[in-house]
């Protein structure tokens, strides 16, 4: 898999690596609320599908956290930039900003391609009404047995379930996105 990497507008600091997006956006004026970061993600998925998806090649977008729940409205209301959604703590954040309570639930309704979808365990239950709602069949939705994390850093080697949300990931992918085995 190749993977291009996006710092959106809205985010700060990780692991003393501080996001430039968010600090141009803020410098320049631009929005940086987790509804702005739409853009960014709709921008770079379009640059990926332009630049480096030939055909046959397929785009998974990833989020975590608020973009794991932006991933999905973008598979909703852009299909043809999305082939396959994977989320890490999906939830209705978006209220405060303006769009309904059920918003990323109501996205998912239309929602027809692969995706994977978990949380730390407490989350289940902000993140399962938007997996049931999917209208795709092609879904995996993963609960740890222990703590887990939030977000994409539950795949951090120092989270207590990595090993399990490692397992679960590349499950959904090799079953729908299986990669070609070169032969020696």
């Avoid at 141009?24 to 921008?43: E, F, H, I, N, P």
């Avoid at 639930?105 to 902000?126: I, L």
């Amino acid at each position: 898999f190749n993977c291009l990497a996006v710092d959106l507008r809205s985010g700060g600091k990780m692991k003393e690596v501080k996001n430039g997006t968010n600090r141009y956006a803020k410098r320049t004026g631009k929005g940086t609320s987790y509804v702005d970061a739409l853009q960014d993600m709709t921008a770079a998925l379009e640059y990926g599908r332009a630049e480096y998806a030939p055909a046959g090649t397929t785009i998974v977008a990833w989020g975590s956290s608020y973009s794991s729940a932006l991933v999905v409205h973008l598979a909703a209301t852009h299909p043809e930039l999305v082939d396959g959604v994977v989320s890490f703590a999906p939830g209705e954040y978006f209220e405060s900003l303006g769009k309904s309570a059920t918003w990323i639930q109501e996205s998912a309704a239309t929602v027809k391609c692969p995706v994977f979808m978990t949380g730390a365990r407490a989350e289940e239950a902000q993140w399962r009404p938007i997996f049931e709602a999917l209208a795709t069949r092609e879904k995996i939705g993963f609960v740890p047995e222990t703590k887990g994390q939030h977000g994409s850093r539950a795949l951090w080697p120092e989270s207590d379930a990595s090993a399990d949300y490692w397992k679960a990931l590349e499950g959904f992918l090799d079953r729908y996105f299986p990669r070609e085995k070169k032969s020696d």
